[in-house]
C-alpha cells in the first residue's frame, strides 16, 4: 500500500517553478523586475535603469521571501493594515 506525505501547515504552497519557487513568489518576482526595466526603457535613461531595477529587484525579493512570524510579507502588512483602519470598541468598567 503507497503512503503519501501529508504537510501539516494548513496554507502550504507548492513549489512549481524550478522546484524553489511558488506561484505566489515567481509572479512576485517577475513583476518587480519587469516593472523598471519597462518604465526605463520607455524613459531611455541609463540613470534611471540604474538606480530603480536593484532597488526594485530588492524589494520583490523582500516581498516574496521575508516570512514574520510564519506570515508572509505582504499578509504581515495586510493584517497592520486592517488593525489601524478598521474600527475598535472601547469598554470602560468602572473601579469598585
Known amino acids: 500500500m503507497r503512503t503519501f506525505q501529508v504537510p501539516f501547515e494548513r496554507e502550504f504552497e507548492d513549489k512549481i517553478f524550478f522546484g ?3 506561484l505566489r513568489q515567481f509572479v512576485i518576482i517577475a513583476a518587480f523586475i519587469a516593472t523598471p526595466v519597462v518604465l526605463s526603457l520607455f524613459a531611455r535613461s541609463l540613470i534611471l535603469f540604474v538606480t530603480l531595477v536593484p532597488m526594485s529587484i530588492l524589494l520583490g525579493l523582500a516581498i ?7 506570515d508572509t510579507l505582504t499578509k504581515y502588512f495586510r493584517r497592520i493594515i ?5 474600527q475598535r470598541t472601547f469598554l470602560y468598567r468602572r473601579r469598585k
Open 82 to 86: 486592517s488593525f489601524y483602519t478598521s
Open 64 to 70: 516574496a521571501f521575508v516570512k514574520i512570524k510564519g
Open 20 to 22: 524553489v519557487l511558488t
